[in-house]
């Protein structure tokens, strides 16, 4: 254990030992990595152009419509819609119920049924009064 550590004898040259040269081609190696570098650079050169192509190619020939879109453009869809203006709608249902409540007008023409407005209608009730149940003999 206590024994000095001498210093390593200087390389021996063996001409019988030397590393294999058959495994792998360095040269081919390289020449292959650049091959795939410059195809690889080739086709993203093509799809560039092509893909430039294929826009210019669109944008002459303009949006084309489908001929079912083109025929149903006007149809509505099925009901129940949806509303596109609902404050509008609700302002409009209002104004005409607020018109027939204020004007007169004929419900049913062949029974003789007619509207009047609401304030004339009230007045009417506070004029005459709101008709009551006779009594009945059974709650005896």
Sequence with gaps: MADAHLPHEPH???PD???ETTDVDVRGVLLFGAGLFVVAAI??????VLFGYFSAREAIRGAREYPL???EQNRLPPEPRLQTAPREDLRDLRAQEDQVLAS????????GVVRIPIEEAMKIVVKKGLPAR???DAGR
């Design 12 to 14: 021996t040259v063996n």
């Design 17 to 19: 030992v030397h590393h």
């Design 43 to 48: 086709v993203h050169l093509a799809i560039w």
């Design 69 to 71: 879109a083109a025929a």
């Design 104 to 111: 007169y007008g004929w419900v049913d023409k062949n029974a």
């Design 134 to 136: 006779q009594p009945t």
